[in-house]
C-alpha cells in the first residue's frame, strides 16, 4: 500500500511539472538567404543594333522566348540576381567574377543549332572564357530551347557536354529559343 | 541429492536447507553467516560444502547457514555463490563451531551487468537481449560504436560514408532507437541518418543492446529498441591501474589511441579519466580513393565518485569531438548531377590521398555533465536520483561560393537537461517493483548566420514520463513481467516559411492559430505548439524448460511523438539531390511488437532464435511527393508521411565447439516490411545477411585465430522512388529515369584475426592483434550505405593492435 501512495505522490507531482513550466523562446531572426539566386537575365544585342533582355525569374518559373536571327552575331551578357529581400537586391554576378577561377558558365540548345563563343568583353580566366558574355550565331531556322547552366568547381573546363564539364550546378534553367530569318 | 541418510527439508521460499545424519559421537554442528567482503550484506543461497561428504548447507535470507552431525576432524570448506568466486578453506573440528564467512563478487560476463556502474541488471528479463564487452568489440577492428554492431544479429547500420554510422534495430533506426549512456538517454539530433550518435564508445566497457521497447525506464518511443552503455562497478580496493591502445590501419592510413587511468580508495572512493583519439586521411575503396574521407576525433571524459554498495555518487564530465569529411564526389548541384554519379562506375572527383579534409565535411561536438547518487534502504528499496545536462553542437559544410565555405550551412546548438528519480528493488511476496519519473527540458537553437534557411528550427521541448515495473517470480523457473510508461511531450517551435509554401500546404487554414502576424520579406513567422500524450507497455513471461533451454515471450506497445525533423525539416540535402518537407500533420506512432526467443546452452553448442512481429500504425516515414523546378533544376521533393507498416523477422545464433581447440559461429538475420496502405516494401530495410566464424585457439597456448565472412544478400524489396528528368543529348531533350530506387547486389567480406595474449610478471596482460579486413579486396556497395550512389564500400585494411593494462 506504502507503494501506491508513493506511485500517486509521483503522478501528483509529474502533473504539477507539466503545468507549473511554461516558458517561450524568443522570436528567431528571419535568415536572408545568401547565394540564392532568383532571376537570370540575359541581354541580346544582335549587330544590326536590336536588343532584347530575358529575365527568369524564379517566383513565375518561366520567362519570354529568346528571340535570335539566323546567321547573325548575337552579344548576350548574363547577369545573376538575388531580389529575395527587395530591399536588398544583391548582384550575384560579381561572385561568379571574383571566382572566375571556379565558375563556368555552359549553354546546352535543344532543336536548334547556336554556336557560342567567348566574346571579347568576356571575363577570362587565364585564356578561358567563363562566358558571362558570349557570341552566339545560329546556322539555321526553328524553335527550341537553351538549358542555361552556371557551374560551380567543373572538373574539366574544356569538355563540350554538360556530363564532360563536371562540377555541380548553381544554375539549370530552360529558356524558350525561336530562330528566325 | 540420492544419499539415503541425508533428509532434506526445504523451506519454500526461504532456500533453507536443513540437513541431519544418523550417527555415534558424530553430533558436532558447523554454523555461521556468509557475507559479501564489499558491503557486509548477507549472501543469500550460498552454498557451504564439506569436500569429500555429503554435508551441505546453503545460506538463507539472513545468511545464515549450519551443518549439523559431523565428526570430529580435518575438512576442507567449500564456499560458493553463482555471483561471488568460490572458496576454500581448512577447518580442523573439535567442537561445534561458529564462524563467519565473506566471500567477493567475481567479475564474469553476467556479472557485468548486474553490477554495473549504473546498477543494470538485464533491463527486462523476459526480452532477450545481448551484452558484449567492449574490449571484445575493439578486438574486432571496429572504429565506431555502430561499426560493432555488425556482429550482432538483428542490428546493422545506416552509413552515410564510412566514418558516419547509425543503429539499425530490427530494420528501424533514428528516433526509434534509443542510446543510453550512464543511465540517460542521448540527445544530439538523433533524427537525422547522418548523424552518428556523439558517443566515445571507447570510455565505456559494456554495450546491451534490447530489441524493442522494453527500456521503459528510459523511454517508451524507441519501438526498435535501445542500446545501453555503461562501465562496470568499482573494486574497493586501494588500486591503480591504467589501460592503454594503439591501433594502426593501412586503410586511411590513420589510427586510434586511447587511455584510461583509475585510482580506487578502499573506502569506496575512486577517480578516473579516458581519453581517445583518432585521425584517419582519406579512406579508399578497392579501386580508387574515397575523396574528402579522412576524419579526426577526440574525446576526453573525467569522473569521480564514491561507490558503497549500498549507497553512493559520482559525477561525470565528457567531451566529444568528431570531425568527419564527407566524399566530395557526393555534393551534387541537381538530379542532373545525380543521374550522372549513378551511371558512373567511379566518384566523379579522386583526388591524391590526403589528411585535409575540406567541405562538404561536419564538426560535432558533445559535452555532458551527470550527477548520480543512489542509496538502498534497510527494506532493501533502492533510491536514484541523477541529473545530467548535455550540450551538443552540430555545424555541416558545404562547397559555397563567395567565399562561405567556411560558414556553415547548418550550425546547430541542442541543450537538454534531463531529471531522473527512481525507486526499485520494492518486494512484496513474489513481487517485485520499480518506479519512477523522467522529466526533460530541450532547447534548440539555429544560427540564423549561415545565410541557409533552417534546417531545424528553434525549438523547446518539454516531456515529463512516469513508469512503473512489476515481475512476479515464483520460481527460478519462471518469471512474469510487466510495466506501463505514460510520457507527456510539448513542442514550442518558431519557424519562418516562405509565404508560399505555407499557403500551398494549406497551413494557412489548418494551423491558423500558429500564425504569429510577423513576417519578414516574403516569409512568416509561424509558432507551431504541440502536445502529445504517449502511453508505452509490456508485458511478457520468461520460462525455463529445461536446465539449459529459456523460453522468453512478451509483448510491447511503444508511443512515439513525431521528432522535430518530421515535423519541421525544411531544405535541401545535398547528397540525396532532395528537397525535404516536414509535415505538421502527423500524428505519433504507435507500434505492437512481439518477440519470442528460443535459446539453448549446452557445453559444446548453443543455439538462440528470436523471431519478432510488429504492426505500427501512423508509422512516420518519408517519400518522394514530386519535383520541384528551382534555379539550379529540378528537384525531387521528398515530404513525410505516414502509413501503416507491418515488420516482421527473424535473427539466428549458433555456435558449435567441432573439436577441442575449434568452434564455429553462425548468426544471421532477416526481415520483411511492408508499406501497408500503399501496398509497396519499406524504405532501406537490411537485406539478408549472414556471419560466419572459425576460431582456432589451441589449449595451454596463448595465441587464437579467427577467420569471419559476412554475407549480404541483394534486397530485393525496395519501393520505387525512381522519377524522370528532361536531358539535352545530341541537340534533343530526350527523357531519362534516374534510378535511385535499385539495391545494389549482394556481397560478402572475409576477415580474420591473430591474436596473441602476454603476460608479464605482475600478472597484467597485454594483448596484441593483427587484423585483416576485407581480405580479398572485393569491390561492393552497400544498401544501407546513403552514399552508395557515388562509391563502393572500403577495401583491404590491415590492422595492428596494440592492448596493454598497467
Known amino acids: 500500500m506504502k507503494f501506491f501512495t508513493k506511485f500517486s505522490k509521483a503522478k501528483i507531482l509529474f502533473l504539477a511539472f507539466i503545468f507549473t513550466i511554461s516558458c517561450s523562446k524568443d522570436d528567431p531572426d528571419a535568415v536572408n538567404e545568401q547565394e540564392f539566386i532568383s532571376n537570370v537575365i540575359l541581354t541580346i544585342e544582335s549587330a544590326d543594333g536590336t536588343s532584347q533582355t530575358v529575365d527568369w525569374d524564379l517566383s513565375e518559373m518561366n520567362s519570354q522566348t529568346i528571340n535570335l536571327k539566323v546567321n547573325t552575331d548575337h552579344n548576350v551578357g548574363i547577369r545573376f540576381i538575388n531580389s529575395s ?17 571556379e565558375h563556368q558558365v555552359f549553354y546546352e540548345f535543344a532543336d536548334v543549332s547556336v554556336n557560342v563563343t567567348s566574346a571579347s568583353n568576356d571575363t577570362k580566366d587565364g585564356g578561358r572564357g567563363v562566358l558571362l558574355n558570349s557570341v552566339w550565331n545560329a546556322s539555321s531556322m526553328g524553335t527550341g530551347l537553351v538549358r542555361v547552366y552556371l557551374i560551380h568547381q567543373p572538373t574539366n573546363f574544356n569538355a563540350t557536354t554538360r556530363d564532360g564539364l563536371g562540377g555541380f550546378n548553381d544554375v539549370a534553367i530552360d529558356i524558350p529559343v525561336s530562330i528566325v530569318e | ?58 545460506t538463507n535470507l539472513n545468511g545464515e547457514f549450519e551443518i549439523e552431525g559431523i565428526c570430529p576432524g580435518r575438512y576442507v570448506l567449500n564456499i560458493s555463490h553463482p555471483n561471488c568466486k568460490s572458496k576454500t578453506k581448512n577447518i580442523n573440528l573439535k567442537d561445534n563451531k561458529i564462524f563467519d564467512l565473506k566471500l567477493e563478487h567475481h567479475i564474469n560476463e553476467l556479472e557485468e551487468i548486474i553490477v554495473s556502474d549504473s546498477r543494470l541488471s538485464r533491463t527486462r528479463k523476459s526480452v532477450q537481449e545481448v551484452l558484449v564487452d567492449i574490449s571484445e568489440i575493439n578486438s574486432y577492428g571496429s572504429n565506431t560504436l555502430v561499426d560493432a554492431l555488425n556482429y550482432i544479429p538483428g542490428a546493422s547500420i545506416l552509413k552515410t560514408g564510412n566514418s558516419i554510422g547509425k543503429p539499425v534495430i530490427h530494420g528501424m533506426y533514428g528516433s526509434r532507437v534509443g ?40 523511454g517508451g518511443d524507441t519501438s526498435a529498441g535501445s542500446i545501453i552503455l555503461s562501465s562496470k562497478r568499482k573494486v574497493l580496493r586501494d588500486t591503480l591501474f591504467g589501460t592503454s591502445f594503439i591501433n594502426l590501419e593501412s586503410n586511411g ?73 564527407i566524399l566530395k564526389a557526393s555534393h551534387i548541384g541537381n538530379v542532373q548531377d545525380l543521374f550522372f554519379a549513378l551511371n558512373s562506375s567511379e566518384p566523379s572527383i579522386i583526388d591524391d590521398f590526403t589528411y585535409n579534409v575540406g567541405a562538404p565535411n561536419q564538426r560535432a561536438s558533445h559535452q555532458r555533465l551527470t550527477f548520480k547518487y543512489f542509496r538502498s534502504f534497510k527494506n532493501d528499496v533502492k533510491l536514484d536520483f541523477g541529473y545530467s545536462y ?56 539555429s544560427t540564423p548566420d549561415t545565410g541557409v534557411k533552417r534546417l531545424i528550427p528553434d525549438y523547446i521541448k518539454f516531456e515529463n514520463g512516469i513508469y512503473i515495473l512489476g515481475s512476479y517470480q515464483e520460481s527460478n523457473s519462471f518469471l512474469w513481467e510487466w510495466g506501463l510508461r505514460l510520457d507527456h511531450v510539448f513542442y514550442d517551435a518558431k519557424k519562418y516559411y516562405y509565404k508560399s509554401v505555407w499557403e500551398e500546404r494549406n497551413y494557412d487554414v489548418l494551423f491558423n492559430q500558429f500564425e504569429t502576424g510577423t513576417d519578414f520579406a516574403n516569409q512568416i513567422l509561424v509558432n507551431p505548439k504541440f502536445n502529445y500524450l504517449n502511453v508505452s507497455a509490456q508485458t511478457g513471461i520468461s520460462k525455463k524448460i529445461s536446465d539449459n533451454s529459456e523460453f522468453n515471450i512478451s509483448y510491447i506497445l511503444s508511443q512515439r511523438a513525431p521528432n522535430p525533423s518530421e515535423l519541421f525539416s525544411d531544405g535541401l540535402h545535398h547528397a540525396m539531390a532532395a528537397i525535404e518537407y516536414g509535415n505538421l500533420s502527423i500524428n505519433p506512432e504507435t507500434s505492437h511488437k512481439f518477440l519470442l526467443s528460443l535459446s539453448k546452452t549446452k557445453p559444446n553448442y548453443n543455439w538462440s532464435l528470436e523471431p519478432f512481429i510488429s504492426k505500427t500504425f501512423n508509422y512516420i516515414f518519408i ?58 516494401p519499406l524504405i532501406l530495410i537490411p537485406p539478408l545477411n549472414s556471419f560466419q566464424k ?25 519501393p520505387d522512388s525512381n522519377f524522370i528528368f528532361d536531358y539535352i543529348e545530341d541537340g534533343t531533350i530526350v527523357s531519362k529515369t534516374v534510378d535511385i530506387s535499385e539495391s545494389p547486389s549482394g556481397f560478402h567480406r572475409l576477415d580474420a584475426i591473430f591474436s596473441l595474449q602476454i603476460r608479464n610478471q605482475k600478472n597484467l596482460t597485454t594483448n596484441l592483434r593483427l587484423i585483416a579486413q576485407n581480405i580479398l579486396n572485393s569491390e561492393y556497395r552497400d544498401y544501407l550505405n546513403r552514399m552508395r550512389y557515388y562509391s563502393s564500400e572500403l577495401g583491404r585494411n590491415l590492422q595492428i593492435q596494440l592492448n596493454f593494462n598497467y
Open chain 2, 390 to 445: 548535455q550540450n551538443n553542437k552540430r555545424k555541416e559544410f558545404d562547397i559555397r561560393r563567395g567565399g562561405r565555405t567556411n560558414v556553415p550551412v547548418v550550425d546547430l546548438l541542442l541543450k537538454t537537461h534531463n531529471l531522473m528519480l527512481g525507486f526499485s528493488n520494492i518486494k512484496m511476496e513474489n513481487w517485485d517493483f520499480e518506479f519512477g519519473y523522467n522529466g526533460l527540458i530541450q532547447d534548440n537553437f
Open chain 2, 253 to 325: 592510413w590513420g589510427g586510434k589511441f586511447g587511455s584510461r587511468l583509475e585510482k580506487n580508495y578502499s573506502n569506496g572512493f575512486y577517480i578516473n579519466g579516458n581519453f581517445t583519439g583518432k585521425r584517419y586521411g582519406d579512406l579508399n575503396s578497392p579501386n580508387y580513393i574515397l575523396s574528402n574521407t579522412g576524419f579526426k576525433e577526440v574525446d576526453f571524459s573525467i569522473k569521480l565518485g564514491k561507490d558503497l554498495v549500498s549507497k553512493g555518487w559520482n559525477l561525470k564530465y565528457s567531451n566529444y569531438n568528431l570531425e568527419p569529411g
Open chain 2, 694 to 718: 572459425l576460431k582456432f585457439s589451441p589449449k595451454k597456448s596463448k595465441w587464437t585465430f579467427e577467420i569471419s565472412n559476412h554475407i549480404s544478400a541483394k534486397q530485393n524489396r525496395f
Open chain 1, 85 to 101: 529581400d527587395p530591399n536588398d537586391i544583391e548582384d550575384v554576378t560579381l561572385e561568379v567574377i571574383a571566382e572566375a577561377d
Open chain 2, 1 to 58: 541429492m540420492k544419499h539415503k541418510s541425508i533428509h532434506f527439508y526445504i523451506v519454500l521460499n526461504c532456500l533453507f536447507i536443513w540437513n541431519f545424519t544418523y550417527g555415534q559421537e558424530c553430533n558436532l554442528f558447523l554454523k555461521g553467516i556468509v557475507t559479501d567482503f564489499h558491503d557486509d550484506s548477507f549472501l543469500i543461497g550460498a552454498l557451504v560444502k564439506i569436500e569429500g561428504t555429503n554435508f551441505f548447507s546453503q
Open chain 2, 179 to 218: 542510446i543510453v549512456t550512464d543511465g540517460f538517454r542521448q540527445y544530439d539530433q538523433q533524427w537525422g541518418p547522418d548523424h552518428a550518435p556523439n558517443v566515445d564508445f571507447d570510455s565505456f566497457e559494456t554495450i546491451q543492446l534490447i530489441k524493442g521497447a522494453a527500456a521503459l525506464k528510459y
Open chain 2, 623 to 680: 517519400e518522394p511527393t514530386g519535383l520541384k523546378q528551382t534555379i539550379r533544376g529540378a528537384f525531387p521533393v521528398w515530404t513525410y508521411k505516414s502509413t501503416d507498416a507491418f515488420l516482421t523477422g527473424i535473427d539466428l545464433n549458433y555456435s558449435q565447439s567441432i573439436i577441442e581447440n575449434l568452434s564455429f559461429d553462425i548468426g544471421a538475420s532477416y526481415v520483411y516490411a511492408q508499406d501497408i496502405l500503399n501496398s509497396e
